[in-house]
């Protein structure tokens, strides 16, 4: 009889980890999950702080997906905030390339990372070639990516470079959503700032191909880029509300979010040729298509 394929998923309680779970599962996979505070059956408790996990299934584990880390837009970013960020991402990571040794079937490796890891301000489309940025996030992307980097010489393994997710069970897209179903929808800042954006379902099958296929490299996972009054228009147009209000000055959204305000006031735009050119295919490419997709559920 065939072995189950089995799947490990580091924070897979969060946003993107529980659609990945229904996915796999689908795909009749057995998943576990590291959790720090597992209670659920199938989750595994870790915590890669003090570097203590339940080995128990170890041995049945042929790929690790690595989602953990302390939420990027949750919080004001303080020195100790920022210093979080950076730890529950490059600690796990490094702990989890530790325990690799402990999988003997380990055949292959998603590491999550950002595509805010490029220098801002140069009018381009980035590809996975150009160069990190000096920014506080770039340089968390850095070293995130070095970390993913141990896994060299382990198993095959793909880092994934996730745009906003655009879900209806959390993110950046419930966010949105707020001040639009108050009636209060309005471009942020100058509102032509891009955005790169991912249906969640779109990036759940990328992980899937890259692991079909074997994918080695880092790849952008970015479904396409719109400007945020594009995005905002959008939202309002789907929930049936106004959109006439001018728009929130950058200035205000500073005072506000502080350095966290670039999550909505950066201009990026990122190109997804590299994994087209693999022959992955999304079904969710345009943002009203997405949008369409979201709000009819
Ligand atoms: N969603 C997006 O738009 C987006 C965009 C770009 C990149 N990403 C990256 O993709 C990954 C998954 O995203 P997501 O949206 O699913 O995130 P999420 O909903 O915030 O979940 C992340 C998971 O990480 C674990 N975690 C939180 N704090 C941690 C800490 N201090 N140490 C270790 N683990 C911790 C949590 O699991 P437990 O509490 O169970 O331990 C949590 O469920 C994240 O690393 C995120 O930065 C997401």
Same mark, same amino acid.
Request: glycine content about 8%.
């Given at each position: 009889m065939e072995e189950t394929k089995t799947v490990l998923i580091a924070g897979?309680?969060?946003?993107i980890g529980k659609q990945l779970t229904k996915v796999f599962k689908e795909r009749g996979y057995r998943v576990y999950k590291l959790s720090r505070n597992a209670r659920k059956q199938g989750h595994i408790q870790w915590d890669p702080k003090t570097k203590q996990v339940d080995e128990k299934y170890f041995s049945r584990i042929h790929v690790l997906i690595n989602l953990a880390g302390a939420n990027i837009g949750d919080k004001?970013?303080?020195?100790?905030?920022?210093? !979080? &960020?950076?730890?529950?991402r490059?600690?796990?990571?490094?702990?989890l390339s530790e325990l690799a040794a402990k999988m003997p079937k380990l055949s292959y490796y998603v590491g999550a990372s950002g595509v805010n890891c490029? !220098? &801002?301000g140069q009018n381009k489309v980035f590809q996975e070639t150009d160069e990190y940025g000096t920014d506080f996030l770039s340089t968390l992307v850095h070293d995130w990516e070095k970390a993913h980097d141990r896994f060299e010489g382990i198993c095959p393994y793909m880092k994934l470079r996730i745009a906003m997710v655009l879900s209806n069970r959390?993110?950046?897209?419930t966010a949105m959503k707020r001040p639009v179903f108050f009636g209060l929808g309005s471009p942020l800042g100058s509102g032509n700032q891009y955005h790169p954006w991912i249906h969640i379902d779109d990036l759940c099958r990328m992980i899937v191909f890259g692991i079909d296929q074997?994918?080695?490299g880092t790849f952008n996972a970015v479904a396409d880029c719109d400007t945020n009054r594009t995005m905002m228009k959008g939202i309002a147009k789907y929930?049936?509300?106004?959109?006439?209000l001018p728009p929130v000055p950058s200035g205000i959204l500073k005072f506000i979010l502080g350095e966290r305000s670039m999550l909505v006031l950066s201009d990026l735009r990122v190109s997804n040729d590299k994994i087209k050119n693999t022959g992955?295919?999304?079904?969710?490419d345009k943002l009203n298509k997405a949008l369409k997709a979201l709000f009819a559920k």
């Amino acid at each position: 009889m065939e072995e189950t394929k089995t799947v490990l998923i580091a924070g897979g309680s969060g946003l993107i980890g529980k659609q990945l779970t229904k996915v796999f599962k689908e795909r009749g996979y057995r998943v576990y999950k590291l959790s720090r505070n597992a209670r659920k059956q199938g989750h595994i408790q870790w915590d890669p702080k003090t570097k203590q996990v339940d080995e128990k299934y170890f041995s049945r584990i042929h790929v690790l997906i690595n989602l953990a880390g302390a939420n990027i837009g949750d919080k004001n970013w303080s020195a100790s905030r920022k210093q !979080e &960020l950076i730890d529950s991402r490059v600690q796990s990571t490094e702990f989890l390339s530790e325990l690799a040794a402990k999988m003997p079937k380990l055949s292959y490796y998603v590491g999550a990372s950002g595509v805010n890891c490029y !220098e &801002l301000g140069q009018n381009k489309v980035f590809q996975e070639t150009d160069e990190y940025g000096t920014d506080f996030l770039s340089t968390l992307v850095h070293d995130w990516e070095k970390a993913h980097d141990r896994f060299e010489g382990i198993c095959p393994y793909m880092k994934l470079r996730i745009a906003m997710v655009l879900s209806n069970r959390g993110g950046s897209l419930t966010a949105m959503k707020r001040p639009v179903f108050f009636g209060l929808g309005s471009p942020l800042g100058s509102g032509n700032q891009y955005h790169p954006w991912i249906h969640i379902d779109d990036l759940c099958r990328m992980i899937v191909f890259g692991i079909d296929q074997q994918l080695e490299g880092t790849f952008n996972a970015v479904a396409d880029c719109d400007t945020n009054r594009t995005m905002m228009k959008g939202i309002a147009k789907y929930m049936h509300r106004p959109f006439f209000l001018p728009p929130v000055p950058s200035g205000i959204l500073k005072f506000i979010l502080g350095e966290r305000s670039m999550l909505v006031l950066s201009d990026l735009r990122v190109s997804n040729d590299k994994i087209k050119n693999t022959g992955f295919e999304f079904k969710l490419d345009k943002l009203n298509k997405a949008l369409k997709a979201l709000f009819a559920k």
